[in-house]
């Protein structure tokens, strides 16, 4: 990483810059804001906020892209509290140990990371989910535990994304056949947000058994078994195209397998399979081709 170090105990900048150094790193120093602001591009700025007669925040401005570590002498609203409001990360007293600078780089640097990370996977979650449209709902007028029931289950994932997003609360995802997992997650983290996709595809017994440790739980289950109920409050979300936006163009298979996964419960396989055009046999087929559970 780049890292700027502005400070003006010239003895202490070359040591941390030296340091620095052996471990790959590449450092300017200067010892006033002046040439500080004559600096681009920096990943890291270790700013002192002892500079005599200087004003330091221009540096923090120009550098809020930027991990920006004040280097302190004593704690004050000067040095720590109004520097961090301005923009900076964090602080470090002085004396202190390089490995405990190197630590507060490296945190914020993961935490860099993740922060663009997390925004890459809400760029993409909003941009898949884009076409199912529910903005008619209030989230926050929800209450937990909910069953949606739907007829395509991205609509009950953008319920959930919305719900994140409005209450500020992260949602283990776990789909329904995932049955250990599920259990696993309510042993160790039973307090925790809970999204269980594809409850449809779960045999009965199943079913009941999850639905019997759902209740006070903070959890929201999407089927596409229009027709279940459960003893906790339920949404619909049901759009006129059968499970297809209008302007989605579906491949045979994927039609079928929908068809599937949504009327055996309701039809026998006799009546299904006729409905479908196909045989009996090929039913059987289409199941074991998808990996459909039928409920018994």
Known sequence: MKILI???EIYLAGSIASKLADLGHECEITNNVKDALKYENFDVVLLS???PGQDFYPVIDKFKDAIIILLIAYISNDTVL???QAGANDYIQKPFMLE???RKIRHFEEHKRMKALLQSYEDYIQYTLRNYKIDDIDV??????LLIRTSKIPYADKFVQLYMSEMKTPFIFCPATKLAQIDKILKQNPKEHLYISNFQLLKNDEQE???SFSYKKKIVISTTDLELSVPFDTLDIVNEAQGFSVDEIVTIDEYIRHIITTYQDRFPDTELSKKLGISRK???EKRKKYDILKKK
Do not use: D
């Not at 926050?140 to 535990?145: M, N, S």
């Open 6 to 8: 502005v400070e003006n």
């Open 49 to 51: 906020t002892a500079l």
């Open 82 to 84: 109004k520097p961090i």
């Open 100 to 102: 405990e600078l190197v």
């Open 140 to 145: 926050k007028k929800v209450k937990l535990p």
């Open 209 to 211: 058994r999850i639905l």
């Open 282 to 284: 090929s039913l059987w």
